[in-house]
């Protein structure tokens, strides 16, 4: 497994990072210990967590795969693990923030009770990489990074990071640090993946410029470029998406169709004839195609059951060449991107 560093940061990581959104929710306790354990002794040191993880969010699921986690590491030398994890922000709309009462203004005084209480869960003295999980565009970045700077003074935080963030925003936060003297965000976490190259444009050009390391989350796109969902409109059992779609309303159903609608089905479908000539998983292309971007620092992979592993692992052993990307490059062209009825975009 390659590692590589965060942004400017001292953090060196492996190419592949595990995400435990699962755990707590769709992954019990002994199966999420099981799953962590084969990641870490097949070179994974990278773990990706939040406080109000598992998804979706409850007040009575917040914080529990942090506590999973925070038992697990017990069982490991914690200088060996990469402990990253977020304090919520502001959801925009995707979720009501189950926690500290619906506060989440990314302030000094939020800040703090959240990594207090992420420490407590996590049963560790420091995070290693503490991230918005949502931006508050309402607070000024000057005031949140000097919350993030004084955590970093403390010990209690080794470096910080962004989540679901604009190119505007990036650029103001980096902005605001290099003007106050602050710390400055190293990594920035949004999604990305063969179904949804936004970051291929703008936040490419600013993570190359600013030397900011981009943790992509969903490289499979929700689970769809794993080939679960088809054309035939059958749902696969217990899948997310599924329950968004069946049992989901207003921003969950959209959620759902942005990733599962018919673009990226036959998308998906053409890159899994791909795959087959190359004798690997569309899995396995998917991830391996992520981790070769050169503002790629670390893919995160998510899996609920511990067999979900290998495909997403088998992709550090891969390198596509310049013929595969080529077709890989023409298929994104041929297949244009779908319009929902409100003139949104899906991807």
């Keep these: 497994m390659q590692r590589r560093r965060l942004g400017k940061s001292g953090l ?71 402990i990253a994890t977020k304090v919520t922000g502001a959801g925009h709309g995707w979720f009501t923030p189950p926690v500290r009462d619906g506060m989440t203004t990314l302030d000094r005084h939020q800040i703090r009770m959240a990594v207090e209480q992420s420490l407590a869960r996590l049963q560790t003295d ?61 990594t920035i976490q949004n999604n990305f993946s063969l179904i949804n190259r936004r970051c291929e444009s703008e936040l490419a050009q600013v993570c190359r410029k600013e030397n900011v390391s981009l943790l992509p989350y969903s490289p499979l796109g929700g689970g769809v470029l794993t080939g679960k969902y088809n054309t035939k409109g059958d749902l696969p059992a217990a899948a997310r998406f599924s329950e968004y779609l069946i049992k989901g309303a207003g921003r969950q159903k959209k959620m759902a169709l942005r990733f599962v609608n018919e673009r990226t089905l036959e998308t998906t479908r053409r890159l899994t004839e791909i795959a087959n000539s190359l004798s690997i998983s569309v899995t396995t292309l ?62």
């Design 12 to 82: 060196v990581v492996s190419e592949i990072c595990l995400g435990t959104m699962t755990f707590g929710g769709q992954a019990d306790e002994a199966e999420s210990f099981r799953i962590m354990d084969h990641a870490y002794e097949h070179g994974i040191n990278f773990f990706d967590a939040a406080e109000i993880y598992p998804v979706p969010p409850s007040a009575q699921t917040v914080g529990v795969t942090e506590e999973i986690i925070g038992r697990w590491l017990k069982t490991k030398p914690r200088h060996s693990v990469i």
């Design 126 to 186: 420091y995070i290693d990489l503490y991230q918005t999980h949502w931006p508050d565009h309402g607070m000024r970045y000057q005031d949140t990074l000097t919350a993030l700077s004084e955590l970093v003074q403390e010990g209690k935080v080794r470096v910080v990071g962004c989540s679901n963030e604009t190119c505007w925003g990036v650029m103001k936060s980096l902005q605001a640090s290099d003007e106050y003297g602050l710390v400055r965000y190293d």
């Design 286 to 347: 998917a991830v391996a195609w992520s981790k070769q971007h050169d503002f790629v620092a670390s893919t995160i992979i998510g899996v609920s059951q511990l067999d979900q592993l290998a495909d997403n692992l088998a992709a550090s052993d891969v390198v596509l060449d310049e013929e595969t990307l080529q077709q890989i490059d023409k298929l994104h062209f041929d297949i244009p991107l779908a319009m929902t009825e409100d003139g949104l975009r899906y991807l």
